[in-house]
């Protein structure tokens, strides 16, 4: 059940004939049909296939590599390890958000001298079959020494706790630390004066927050392919979520130009993040280019769960004072995550979104990045913002309550609007956070009383800033008055449609009238990471300024036509006109050919962004006493989304990122033994949610134009992930009486603080 | 052996210091290896392998086809006859050369009601492998009523021969005939006073010519998969030399918007103007439609001489009048050129070619295209203007030889130059054959003196026009300062990396840091056939197109670094400037990420052509009296290129040319029996020249700029095939006293000939 709320200022927003309906989406035939070719369907002409050979130790010295037992094996064509990998000491490149380590970067796709976590991938062989390849695999003999292992973030702190790099340095305030450390970064922001804010506050309340890896869970483990030609030139079939930033990669770490690598990015069954990195591809070039042939490599589930990145285990304290009236007048955050076996986690934007949804006049962030035996974490659909928000939210519902205040009314006194600055330095523009809460509080759901014992109802907003970032594209013109459109961002999310949109609504013909591709990094402009909610804002951006270059040209054809001075050409509604005389796109789409040949449109953009997506959900729970589970009743999904450009794929991306959410919050975890040793690996053991688990999520769509883009467009995709973990913790309280604070609130959690509060049965 | 001659005005010519050298092609290591992937390497999943089932008739009613049998064997998926066709009486189409008959397209593609030629295509089955597909071709049961059959195009011509269509009328001046004929067209060109001009002459030749028909022979017999997808979307891989014109014809075909369509054009092992017309590809459409699986069809060395376009066999009268001052005074040509089964064959560029090399000021032109029993003639390098220079080269050269002036001599005292008025209207521009002449009298060869008896020297001229039409590219800047390129152009001759030239020439980098690509028809702008030796001169000006806009671009970025005004940046050797400033571009493209973002340049061009190619020939020859065998000496090709941007491709194309016009000259013919059927329709009996048969062709490339276009360039393909069946016959003549006006000039022919003359031994 999908419900719309009226746009904030609906009587002056602009009437669209294309954004705000629901075609079809381009792709979905070859999808349904299995037409579609993802990296692990990919065939060619005399391929070999890889095995990757993954850590037993989750942290041990490598002592030796021996391939020749492997070697014997009939059938093997190439065997690689760190040792043929280029010396990356002390390298760093700029892979589009800030400088990255290359020696690490390499280490995490082959082991340098140490292996780091379990499922650390060491060395790898390509055989004629996958089945050699995994014979192969078994008769590499390395030998290991190993090592403590440390898992847990407050534990890899400590100054006795095993360390993993002896090159990496605690940088604060400019500062590095003398001796290596575990903790590779001290972030820290401060607004206002903290001290004299909490001495204001009447009531303040400080508390702490535990949460586990989970993993994003994408149904396509990574796969690949790669070529390295007989003239050096590379190419690389893959599942990625951006082409640039994996040629770029691949090119940094192999010391290539980044002209001699080629990036198709095949279809891609998900990625929340987890296919920004690149794991198997330089594995697969460096096979390649010993066996002369194309080499494919491709991952178990368990391969996923122990080689590849999952979103950071947390620690979170934070403090909160508020005046007897409700305004919040102090914050102060204490954020500890991992970053798995490398540094460069996700505490930059845990720091950034912790206080992102109020208005604190004092406030102060610290934050942490810890290395630990763990496999180096990646973004996971707005990184870093649900261990902040699961904190940060769990405070304000306490405050709320402790005041007397109805949460929603509560939010709204302290609500993040036009003018308020956040802790980390920026000022909002026009923002959507006053009018969602007010959409929450106004809904069907929020009105209808829940009665019942050991039922309860949770609220929480959450916020992410989105992306901006580059993004080109081309389009041509169809004789028939239809328009191929070629960009770069790859379809995770339905953007075929959603960027085609636009194109298709600033010419003025029908989203089916444009038919887009996404093309390889040889084929379009550079275009960043489909991440960061960016691809519909920026890429449609692009679709934009591509309809703006096409609609010129076109008018100058329509003023050859007419004998008229083309700035006399107007464009409205799908119609070229000039005093007495128009012609519709299609017409004139026909007549191209007799005006001086083909139109070609073509735009590049680097937009500013954030476009911050702010959100806010209701659940009613029912906790089960005697096991502690804790079912679903009723959730609902609120969000701004700027301009709802495919009002579907909106309330796809707000339940697909809730039922992640959901599955964070009660269910997902690495389960590591004492040994460092994930037990759970497998998605029979990773308990993620499915259909059975919740009920539909039901959506409000709330529309405030972001005024950085010529829809009105804000990213939709990661916000919606942000608030289920403190909706849920908030609800399970109405329900139980009993505040859980640490992830997942698993049936054993729950039945535990149940019991230890006496209030199981 | 390669020359190169002076530029007419060397002194004034640009300084390039990419166009004009001899880079190694971008595609070269795929083509080498057997990486490139061509239309019949290509394997899709679930793929289905059709067989076109051809006529054993040259004419022939089809009474019945009965499928039943084929349908009932294990593994047939589905059959097809022109039955599954739409209805396209009286439909016409232009696709982009003039109204096409869309009815007589498709009944070319499958035989509506009757026959019109052995190995015309009747049906076709699908089926799960090859093998059952030719078993079930088989099992097809076809009844014919045989008819009587015309392959000669004087035969055509008479009053009682078989008529192929009774749709078909002849036009002349604009008048339809009133019943059915063979002849669809007559054609009339004239100038001047014809009666008065052989009035003032002091010499008239008249004579008459032959030709057999000859085919293109291509490596690569035709091939393509198409796929009827689930959602109505029709993708082609197929080997075409233009992926638009290809989209369209299926399009029109069958009925289809040119969006729903994709044409992916694999690799080309060579068209020559043969892989312009669509053969295969509605049939394989049609398969799939019913089957929904991609259906691939192949065609066999014998499908593509039975049921593809060979080039017009002809018959030319040309009578040519001149001064004994030796000017030429009065024309008249009378050609007819068999169009093959349907109309619409070569006659018109024969007519404009036939007189294109002189001024005459007083001429006339008469020309017919004629039906009959033999494929659907299709172009064939400068198509139809070999025939007509074999005519009027032949008569030029006994005009000469009567005035007792030397062949050149007498040709450069004709020549056509700018302001020049060719019989069927144009005036030219600037041109180079006073140039290639004097540039042939200056040759090496031409001044060493050939000795011997039954040896001989002959020269001939020869002209195309040449074409421009449209196209389109765009590029994008990587960051290490290579460009990648898009165009739609597909690769048969090196054009990849001569229209990269351009690029890497307009932007001051080198060739092989531009990486171009042929792109799908979704993913480049419209972009007419890879014919009439347009790619290099018009795709080549859309990149050049694309260089600029990608530089105006640039020196914006490079404004914003220096904050100076854009107007002042200037790009002068690869360098933007201003005052006390420089930047490199290939630095500047590392600064563009900081700069706003990705730079994508765009172009679409229709320029006007013709770009004017003339050429001229020496062969020396030994003619073998006991034979008739002639053995070619030597042979130097002098060839104006306007600009050679790749003088090896220049070069290949001139000995390419030449030897399949040495080909057609002294070998090649579809030989016919009395009931129409061609009894020579493979590679051991069809004897083409290899290269065992000639020494290697000497290069005389000449460089009279193009004035429409920037670099000069002109078409350089199809030129070299038009002389070499006159020079062939002058040294032929020379070397024997005898002339033959008949093509091929074939050891039994020469030898009848020398046994006529009383001279053979």
Known sequence: MTASAKPAASSSAPQYKVLGTRPIRHDGTDKVTGRAIYAADL?????????VIRSPHAHARIRSIDFSAALALPGVLAVTSAADMPDLKNKFADLGEGRVNLAHLGANCLAQGKVLYRGHAVAAVAAVSPHVAEEAAKLVRIEYEPLPAVTWVLDAMKPNAPLLHDDVFTESMGQLSDKPSNVSRHIHFEQGDVQRGFAQADVVIEREYRTASVHQGYIEPHACTALWNQDGHVTIWTATQGSFSCRQQVAELLELPVSRVTVVPCEIGGGFGGKIPIYLEPVAVLLSRKCGR???????????????GPTPGSFVRVKLGATRDGKLVAGEAWLAYDAGAFPGGMIGPGCMCVFSCYEIPHARVDGYDVCLNKPKTAAYRAPGATQAAFACESVIDELAERLNIDPIEFRLKNAAKEGTRRVDGPVYPRIGLVEVLEAARASEHWNTPLAGPWRGRGVAAGYWFNIGLKSSA?????????????????????????VAMQLAETLGIAAEDVRPQVADTDSVGYTDVTGGSRVTFATGLAAYQVGLDIRRQMAERAALLWECDPALVRFEDGVFRTDGRSITFKELAAKLHA????????????????????GAHIVDVEVDPDTGKVTILRYTAVQDAGKAVHPSYVEGQMQGGTVQGIGWALNEEYWFDDRGQMRNASFL????????????????????????????????????IVPPPAALANAIYRATGVRLRELPMSPPRVWAALAAAGKSS
Do not use: C, Q, W
Not at 43 to 51: Q, S, V
Not at 294 to 308: A, I, Q, W, Y
Not at 479 to 497: K, P, W
């Open 43 to 51: 065939h060619l002409p005399g391929m070999a296939y890889g095995r």
């Open 294 to 308: 194309p080499v494919k490599l491709t991952m178990t589930r368990s391969d996923v769960f122990e080689g590849t």
């Open 474 to 498: 081309s389009a041509s013109v169809n004789a028939d008055g239809t328009v191929t459109l070629v960009e770069g961002s790859t379809d995770i999310g339905g953007t075929r449609t959603s």
């Open 595 to 614: 005006t001086g040949g083909p139109v070609v449109g073509r735009a590049a953009v680097d937009p500013e962004g954030p476009t911050h997506g702010f």
């Open 685 to 720: 053991d990773y308990r993620m949610p499915t259909a059975l688990d919740v009920p539909m999520i039901e959506t409000i769509i709330v529309e405030v134009p972001n005024p950085d883009h010529p829809y009105g467009v804000r990213g939709v995709g990661e916000t919606p």
